[in-house]
Structure formats: C-alpha cells, structure tokens
C-alpha cells in the first residue's frame, strides 16, 4: 500500500541544502532536550546506563574463578589464569567488555532504545505511556526489533573488520584511511537502519517492511537523517580516541585509568544513544504526522 504522505514535500530543499538539513535535524535535536522535562523519557537509556557500570563493576571486583573462566570467553588467547591477575585484568578489560557489549546492543540494548521510542512519540504528541506500557510493547515487538539490531549490528561489525583487516598490510596514512573507510561505511549503515525501530514501535510495520522503510525515509531526506547520526557520533569522538590510548596511559600512568575511561566512554554513548534515538523519532513524527495544525496521512500496511 501508499506509504507515508510527507507534508509540504521538503525533498527540493532538504535532499540538496546541508542548511536546511542541518536545521531539521537541530530543531529534532533541541525538541529531544526539551522533552527531558519529563524524565521518563530519558529514564530506559539510564537503566541501560546503569547496566553497563554494574558489568564493569562485576568485571573489576572478579578476579577469582568462575568469573575469569567467564571473561576469558571472550579474551581471544588470554587464560583465565592470566585475568586473575593485577593489572592486566585491568588492561584487559576495554577489549572483554567490548564484546560483550556486542551481544548486549543486539539482544538488551534494543528494548531500552525502543520504550525511549515509545515514550519520545507519546510525548512529542502530547500523549501519555507508562515506562511499563513501553516495555510491554517492545516484549511484544522482541523478535522483530532483535532481528534488526542482529541485521543492523552485524553489518556494521562486519564491515569494521573487514577494513581492519584490509589496513593489517598497510602503515601511516594509508592504514588510518582503510580504517577510516570501515567506520564511514558503518555510519551510512545506521543512516540505512535510523528509522527502523521507529516503524517497528511507532507503526507495527511487519519484519520485511521495516528495512525498506527505513532505508527510504533516510534516502528521501539524507542530510537531515545522516545528521542526526552524524552529530552525537562527533560527540563521542574524544571518548573514542581516548579509549584507543587507555592502554598506553594506563600503563604509564596508574591501571585504574582504565576505569575512568571505560565509564567516560558509557557516558558519552548514553548521551549519544538518546540524541540519536530521540532524534530520529521526532523527525520521523514531524514528517509523517499532524505537525503544526496541518495534517498528513499514513497508509496502512
């Protein structure tokens, strides 16, 4: 069926002026702080936030078995004799915990993204919904988000290793730019996935329309959309760049280092998964919906 009738069609300026696209995708961002007066809708990034810093406290207070046979798991050849051992538990544990946090964003972290969904409509529209009515429906919407995030996670971890295996025969500039190449393209893949959970919690659209959906909305409005993904990444920059040193400045500082740096990191993706999260709902709403007393329709499935 006919999908969604976009109001006052923005394609000739917001498909070709980076200033029009830049000030929707402010105006989505400046709304998403707005809406923080409610404090709901930030509270299921929070919870998963505090998640994270319980993992990492449970990492560095578990130096004796069975944990480190746990963590070992996922340390590519370190025993677990090794990580019950200070400092290098310390040292490590940027890397193990990483590829935990793989599973957790493809498994966990899409329930909490999508109750802030749920939460960012209703108070975009001025509506009411329980933080519990939000994770009712994501359980109910589980396996459509979860194969999603698997989609959408999976493309972005292949394609930053696969160029950091290509840039393994390369040193300086050219290395720094096949690594470069791997995060660009894994940036344009969330452009691709932006509006997915948005058409699964705000829309029910089935599991083979949400792909398509959200690959055209971010096609049809690219500045704003890349954006929107393209600026709380910026924000995480110096985070990133610091955690890619820890190591050397926890060795020559104090191991501890690695703490700070770890939740400094959480912190800025916590800031970042909101911005970006909230962002692409409300735009998608104000695209797509009653915006400003005029009226839009939306074509059923």
Do not use: C
Request: glycine letters at 6%; hydrophobic letters at 55%.
């Amino acid at each position: 069926m006919a999908g969604p009738t976009i109001l006052n069609d923005p394609d000739s300026e917001e498909r070709f002026s980076f200033s029009a696209g830049f000030r929707s995708a402010s105006r989505a961002f400046f709304t998403s702080v707005t809406l923080l007066q409610d404090f709901r809708v930030i509270l299921p990034v929070l919870l998963y936030l505090l998640l994270q810093l319980l993992l990492v406290a449970a990492y560095v207070n578990s130096r004796v078995e069975p944990w480190t046979t746990f963590w070992a798991v996922f340390a590519r050849g370190i025993s677990s004799e090794a990580l019950g051992h200070f400092p290098g538990h310390l040292i490590l544990m940027q890397p193990i915990l990483g590829r935990v946090e793989i599973f957790l964003d493809a498994f966990i972290h899409i329930i909490f993204q999508s109750v802030t969904v749920s939460l960012i409509a209703a108070a975009f529209r001025k509506k009411s919904i329980s933080i519990g009515a939000g994770f009712r429906l994501a359980g109910s919407r589980y396996f459509r988000l979860v194969g999603i995030s698997v989609i959408s996670s999976g493309a972005v971890f292949a394609l930053v290793n696969i160029a950091r295996h290509l840039s393994t025969g390369f040193d300086g500039l050219t290395r720094i730019a096949i690594n470069g190449s791997g995060v660009v393209a894994a940036l344009l893949i969330q452009v691709l996935f932006l509006y997915a959970i948005t058409l699964i919690i705000y829309k029910d659209r089935p599991f083979w329309k949400v792909i398509p959906g959200s690959v055209r909305f971010a096609l049809r409005f690219p500045i704003p959309s890349l954006l929107i993904v393209l600026i709380p990444f910026i924000v995480t920059l110096p985070t990133t760049f610091l955690s890619l040193k820890a190591e050397m400045i926890a060795l020559q500082l104090a191991p501890d280092f690695m703490i700070h740096s770890m939740i400094a990191t959480l912190v800025m993706e916590f800031i970042a998964t909101y911005l970006i999260t909230a962002g692409a709902v409300i735009f998608y709403i104000h695209r797509t919906t009653e915006v400003h007393g005029s009226s839009s329709t939306e074509g059923k499935r």
